[in-house]
């Protein structure tokens, strides 16, 4: 066992001077962190085999620093991200775009976390053309950040409009970061995506020289507090990923937090996904509250959540976010807008009290990267993936087979209009 340590430990060393990639490297030049492009981290699910890493919305403090405590119990490497509705220019979160990379970087060195890292830019939406011109700056400047990987969310537009968003702002990442794309908006059950969406997507982006890591789908979640349990429908998923196997992309499955475990196996057992998003249940688990296997927050017969007495925050912090909560007439579904106005009120509490939090993170995060999503041990994985290509970009996995001649703006339009699809109600779902 020491031998195995002392031989893996090598390898960290070797990683650390070649697998970083310029940004991090640049930010960070005397770290030990081994913050890494997601492209290896999708490459060490790959090679394990159903296997998937889990993305952990970090919404606060004590949720990165319970993440990171799991994926190094666990040997896995672990992805840390952000989303633009949590972290964005209107963020809810004090953890932002442009903070994450630098929290993320500072607690690996204090805790002296030797497994790879990616920090994810989650839901980049893209929902108008303002949005696209934002973008043309407010990617570089993430990048700048420490970004290293992205989620380009442009599926709240039609599908012709998604593809050309795409085109346009794929140019912006840079070519050894993690790239995921969406087809369909999150809305559970309705408008579910179809295998024509997404090969429509992943083939125009494949004639132009671009190749997702990840395509994240409308497969019958929803974001937030779930409040039914029909959650992902795993055979339409699998049927979505089959499609799409000549173009070699990973599944990214949103509003994991919604499904039990014995689905997130199914998940991980009978499709190609590699990376889960949880971010809601580890909120309300750093907070104290009861949760049930789906990761959904307990309610009592007063339809509010109900706080573990000396678990979590104390129970005067609780009563402080309870009391602003009333006092605006903010719903259970609100409560993640809670996040900024107390990160340092919760920042203030005794030391027991906030490593108490972020261990309640840690142990949920440790089962289910063991016992459910199959990543322990994936850590190795990664770090060979690194030293086997020797450089901080492994490349796309995936080559051109589409011909651009078939993807002219027109012929866009054109394949976009034949299609039959269902996108579901208008509305603003939340990312």
Request: aromatic share 6%; proline share 5%; with cysteine.
């Amino acid at each position: 066992m020491e031998t195995d340590k002392a031989k893996y430990m090598a390898d960290f060393n070797k990683a650390l001077e070649i697998g970083r990639p310029p940004n991090v490297a640049a930010l960070f030049p005397h770290s030990r962190a081994l913050i890494v492009s997601s492209k290896y981290i999708d490459r060490a699910m790959l090679k394990k085999g159903h296997a998937m890493v889990m993305a952990c919305n970090g919404r606060s403090y004590f949720v990165i620093r319970g993440v990171l405590a799991a994926a190094q119990r666990a040997n896995s490497p672990i992805i840390i991200e952000i989303a633009k509705s949590e972290g964005g220019a209107n963020a809810y979160c004090a953890v932002n775009y442009w903070n994450i990379a630098r929290l993320v970087d500072d607690l690996c060195n204090e805790m002296e976390i030797t497994v790879p890292v990616a920090v994810h830019a989650d839901h980049y939406g893209i929902k108008s053309d303002g949005d696209i011109e934002t973008a043309k700056t407010e990617i570089p400047s993430m990048f700048d950040a420490g970004i290293t990987s992205i989620a380009m969310d442009a599926s709240h537009l039609p599908d012709e409009n998604n593809l050309k968003a795409n085109l346009m702002l794929a140019p912006l990442i840079p070519k050894w970061a993690g790239y995921e794309t969406e087809v369909g908006e999150i809305k559970g059950t309705l408008g579910l995506s179809t295998p024509e969406e997404a090969l429509f997507l992943i083939r125009g982006l494949n004639a132009y020289g671009l190749f997702p890591d990840w395509i994240a789908l409308n497969n019958g979640t929803t974001h937030g507090i779930e409040a039914g349990s029909e959650g992902i429908n795993v055979e339409l998923t699998a049927s979505i990923h089959e499609a799409l196997s000549p173009y070699k992309v990973s599944g990214a499955q949103h509003g994991t937090s919604g499904n039990s475990t014995d689905r997130l196996r199914q998940i991980a057992a009978k499709t190609r996904t590699t990376k889960a998003n949880v971010a809601t249940a580890l909120q309300m688990i750093s907070w104290g509250l009861e949760v049930n296997d789906y990761g959904n927050a307990r309610l009592d017969e007063q339809g509010r959540f109900i706080k573990v007495e000396g678990e979590g925050m104390t129970e005067e912090s609780w009563a402080k976010i309870t009391n602003y909560a009333d006092e605006r007439g903010l719903k259970m579904g609100d409560y993640k807008k809670l996040n900024l106005p107390f990160e340092n009120i919760l920042l203030s509490q005794p030391r027991e009290i906030r490593l108490r939090m972020a261990a309640r993170v840690e142990d949920f995060v440790y089962r289910l990267l063991t016992d459910v999503f199959n990543a322990g041990d994936t850590a190795p994985l990664a770090v060979s993936e690194i030293l086997a290509t020797g450089s901080h970009d492994p490349g796309p996995k995936a080559e051109r087979i589409e011909n651009p001649n078939d993807w002219t703006p027109e012929k866009i339009a054109e394949k976009a209009a034949g299609m039959d699809v269902d996108k579901g109600p208008e509305g603003d779902f939340d990312d």
